[in-house]
């Protein structure tokens, strides 16, 4: 059975909302159109991550929350697109969050605006739910054209060679082992995830429902489907978790993330945690048939296992980014307001009141503290003669917000990006100072 119709386009072209009986032929479309080797090999892994959303148990996502553009004369598939409901927190404060995933169009209905009239509705569908923001990965410059601003670090990390990885002296017994987590581990995800993530501006919470899911929801060959290791003491005692994918990635052996607990450091763990990606990694190598060069720590920009053991890690492999979009700009402000209070009170400007507009040129926001209190925030809209306090072309804002560049970066970045003073520029400095986050979305 059909879902409902959302919108009718020339050439018998339909938009409507999929539901669970799409499965099988959202599957096959999305494992030829989005595989790297072309048509003639589909990546059946993307097929089966898509039965999975729409037929599993994912403990966010329902079939109702896909759209799909068919030809109706004869029922096939020519677009779709998804969202994905998550929450995120901003260093400790929750929102919600709608990933837009699988977004595709048949080339031969290219440049008809199919993927636009879908971003449209699950902007809509997203709005409906409360989330504060869209994220989304995908190719460069394309979802700009939506609203959407690389405003945030995805990935990033560094190389080891084999040969540059400690080795264990003779006679000497690993202080960790590793072992796949368990439904039973799942306390642990919930209780400690958060002492783990520290420091990052932005992290994508989970639920125990949720931990469940990525420990044994997904099928075997899901193409989002990860490795969760827990990683345990002599006492057998958990210490911390590391996440692989089920597979090399290119000639590399990857490690997305990992986390570690009080009770030990990762001087003491990252040793054995290298040693353990790379016999696994050689693993992969021998069951494929490929090589494996050596590891690729994907932890972000930083992390510190780069900088206890930098001769071990002698690559640097920069971030790519997050698309990120955020359509009522002074409602998420607003909802981040505690975090920015905080900053401003260890800053060298606590007890600061005065407004401060920011203009974007075609819009702005009005800022409003109150002795270190944001008591306003509000829609501004600039004018021929007045451009604000700070002015930030496009969406270069975002970056600021979600902590990827700091206010002097954007502006040396962007010429048309500035203050009007030296107070304006520290008050920036102050609020939206440049934070790393690696943040592991839900999928």
């Given at each position: 059975m059909n879902g409902g119709i959302i919108k009718a386009f020339d050439d018998n072209l339909v938009l409507r909302t999929a539901t669970a009986a799409d499965a099988n032929k959202l599957?096959?479309?999305?494992?030829?159109?989005?595989?790297?080797?072309?048509?003639?090999k589909p990546e059946q892994t993307l097929g089966v991550w898509t039965r999975d959303l729409l037929l599993g148990s994912h403990p966010t996502f329902k079939p109702g929350l896909t759209t799909i553009v068919e030809d109706s004369s004869n029922g096939m598939v020519v677009s779709t697109a998804l969202i994905i409901p998550q929450v995120w927190a901003y260093e400790g404060i929750p929102f919600g969050v709608g990933r837009p995933e699988l977004i595709a169009t048949h080339p031969d209905y290219r440049g008809r605006g199919l993927v636009r009239a879908q971003m449209d509705t699950?902007?809509?569908?997203?709005?409906?739910?409360?989330?504060?923001?869209?994220?989304?990965?995908?190719?460069?410059?394309?979802?700009?054209?939506?609203?959407?601003?690389?405003?945030?670090?995805?990935?990033?990390g560094r190389e080891a060679y084999h040969a540059s990885i400690p080795a264990l002296k003779p006679g000497e017994i690993e202080n960790y082992t590793f072992r796949p987590a368990t439904l039973d581990d799942v306390p642990f995800f919930v209780s400690n995830y958060g002492l783990t993530t520290q420091g990052e501006r932005l992290v994508c919470l989970r639920s125990s429902e949720e931990w469940a899911y990525e420990i044994a929801g997904k099928s075997i060959d899901n193409h989002n489907r990860m490795v969760i290791l827990m990683i345990e003491n002599r006492d057998k005692r958990p210490v911390g978790y590391a996440v692989h994918p089920q597979r090399l990635s290119g000639r590399l052996m990857e490690l997305y993330f990992a986390?570690?607990?009080?009770?030990?450091?990762?001087?003491?763990?990252?040793?054995?945690?290298?040693?353990?990606?790379?016999?696994?990694?050689?693993d992969y190598a021998q069951r494929s048939g490929e090589v494996c060069d050596g590891l690729y720590l994907s932890l972000g920009p930083t992390h510190p296992i780069y900088e206890i053991f930098t001769s071990s890690l002698p690559k640097k492999r920069n971030p790519y980014a997050w698309y990120v979009r955020i359509a009522n700009l002074?409602?998420?402000?607003?909802?981040?307001?505690?975090?920015?209070?905080?900053?401003?009170?260890?800053?060298?400007?606590?007890?600061?009141?005065?407004?401060?507009?920011?203009?974007?040129?075609?819009?702005?926001?009005?800022?409003?503290?109150?002795?270190?209190?944001?008591?306003?925030?509000?829609?501004?809209?600039?004018?021929?003669?007045?451009?604000?306090?700070?002015?930030?072309?496009?969406?270069?804002?975002?970056?600021?917000?979600?902590?990827?560049?700091?206010?002097?970066?954007?502006e040396n970045c962007f010429p048309d990006c500035f203050a009007k003073n030296d107070e304006t520029a520290s008050l920036l400095n102050a609020l939206f100072p440049a934070q790393p986050s690696n943040v592991w979305g839900i999928e």
């Open positions: 599957a096959e479309f999305n494992a030829w159109i989005h595989s790297d080797d072309g048509p003639e699950l902007h809509e569908w997203s709005a409906a739910l409360g989330h504060k923001m869209q994220a989304i990965t995908g190719i460069p410059w394309f979802y700009r054209q939506f609203g959407y601003e690389m405003g945030l670090d995805l990935g990033g986390g570690i607990t009080g009770e030990s450091t990762w001087h003491a763990v990252t040793p054995a945690l290298l040693r353990h990606l790379q016999s696994t990694g050689n002074p409602d998420f402000i607003s909802t981040i307001a505690p975090v920015m209070e905080k900053r401003l009170l260890q800053s060298h400007l606590r007890g600061f009141s005065g407004e401060v507009r920011l203009s974007f040129y075609r819009s702005g926001v009005r800022l409003v503290f109150d002795d270190g209190r944001l008591s306003g925030c509000e829609v501004w809209q600039p004018g021929p003669e007045e451009g604000g306090d700070a002015r930030f072309p496009d969406l270069t804002f975002l970056s600021l917000l979600c902590g990827r560049r700091s206010f002097r970066e954007l």
